[in-house]
């Protein structure tokens, strides 16, 4: 089945620099979503990319969706301590009617 | 209104006890689902429900029972539950099910211990 693999798994920054997650599937992905999850919170919402290469960015945040689909990253620009949780993809691939959750990758931000 | 609501938050049962979880959305969606979500791991889909039809089961096990009354509320009965099921239990919803175009807006989920 299909499979959607996130690194890394986790990442310490110090306050102000950047940070970056990357999702890769074993298939191709008719669309991609991020989602936030606070420490003791539940999934929110970021952005869904549809178009192959598509760029997007929210404020300090660019997500990116790779030319052949099978491919997505999310960019933080100088973190804040408000960027601290854990960042999910989520994938929709061609042959599939749901969403496939990556494992996720876990930001630490030190003031 | 643009949250999904659940009860309880937090909740404690015996092996042989019978509970259940309750989720609601007001947002007309007509897409709702149940995660499970273990500590550090990604929410992993249980059950998905489409025009109060049930059209995805994540070949869950049986004392995993989900009902949904009607295109606002859904519900999760647990019946003879092991320990190993303890996590956090998150439903969602959608504006409809299969075209998976449409973000999934989550509850906050009920945590759930069996002893």
């Known amino acids: 089945g299909q499979q959607v693999m996130q690194i890394p798994q986790y990442q310490h920054v110090q306050e102000g620099e950047d940070f970056t997650t990357y999702c890769n599937s074993s298939t191709t992905l008719s669309n991609i979503q991020w989602y936030k999850q606070r420490p003791g919170g539940h999934p929110v919402f970021l952005i869904q990319l549809v178009k192959s290469g598509e760029v997007k960015k929210q404020k300090r945040l660019t997500f990116q969706f790779g030319e052949a689909k099978k491919n997505s990253s999310l960019h933080i620009t100088a973190t804040q301590t408000t960027d601290v949780g854990t960042y999910f993809c989520?994938?929709?691939?061609?042959?599939?009617?749901?969403?496939?959750f990556g494992g996720g990758t876990r930001l630490m931000v030190k003031p | 209104d643009t949250e999904v609501t659940q009860t309880p938050k937090h909740l404690v049962m015996g092996m042989t006890n019978k509970k259940s979880l309750k989720c609601e959305q007001h947002?007309?969606?007509?897409?709702m689902y149940w995660y499970k979500q273990k500590a550090k791991k990604p929410p992993e889909l249980m059950f998905v429900?489409?025009?109060?039809?049930?059209?995805i089961n994540e070949s869950v096990p049986s004392r995993f029972s989900p009902e949904c009354p009607n295109s606002s509320l859904l519900n999760l009965h647990l019946h003879a539950l092991q320990p190993e099921d303890s996590a956090l239990y998150l439903c969602?919803?959608?504006?409809?099910?299969?075209?998976?175009?449409?973000?999934?807006?989550f509850g906050p989920g009920t945590r759930l211990t069996v002893l």
């Open positions: 947002m007309g969606h007509r897409a």
């Open positions: 969602a919803s959608s504006q409809n099910a299969g075209a998976g175009y449409n973000e999934q807006f």
């Open positions: 989520a994938g929709k691939s061609n042959a599939g009617n749901m969403l496939t």
């Open positions: 429900y489409s025009y109060e039809k049930l059209s």
